[in-house]
């Protein structure tokens, strides 16, 4: 069997939009964590889902949370990425943020807001993937900001 850091290296080479997933604490305090494993699940009806690793410090808000906005992130997010994706506590300070009438945060200046519900929970390994019924939406104009082989990339004329 492939070990870990192998594993990490060979998925690597897929490259992946870059989304924020946020939710609310039992305080009602934002939480949120950077998060590339994502994807739709289903149209009818509209499902998505998102892999979030029980390490890490938003799980449990994400674990006891009725659901969770998945926020794509622009080119312009590149620096709100790598606090999310850190573990200093205060990652909303200074971000852009509103509460959605669901209570999610939704990140200021994002591409695409998809609030949702969640619906089931599977633990797989040192993950659980979070299955969510989109409830809301929204878009706005603007670039991806891609990850690929552990490095932000943006479109340039056209490519990558």
Known sequence: MIGPDDFRRLLGHFASGVT????????GRPAGLTVSAFASLSLEPPLVLVCVDHKAQSYPALKDNRGFAV?????????????FASTRLDKFDGVAYHMSALGL??????????????I?????GDHTIFVGRVEAGA?????PLLYHRGKYKRFEGGSV
Do not use: F
């Not at 926020?71 to 606090?83: A, M, P, Y």
């Open 120 to 124: 089931n929970r599977h633990v797989e």
């Open 105 to 118: 945060p939704l990140l200021g200046g994002a591409l695409a807001h998809i609030e949702c519900v969640t």
């Open 71 to 83: 926020n794509v992130l622009s080119t312009d997010h590149e620096v709100i990425s790598r606090r």
């Open 20 to 27: 924020i997933v946020t939710t609310s604490d039992a305080d």
């Open 139 to 143: 878009t706005a104009d603007g670039e």
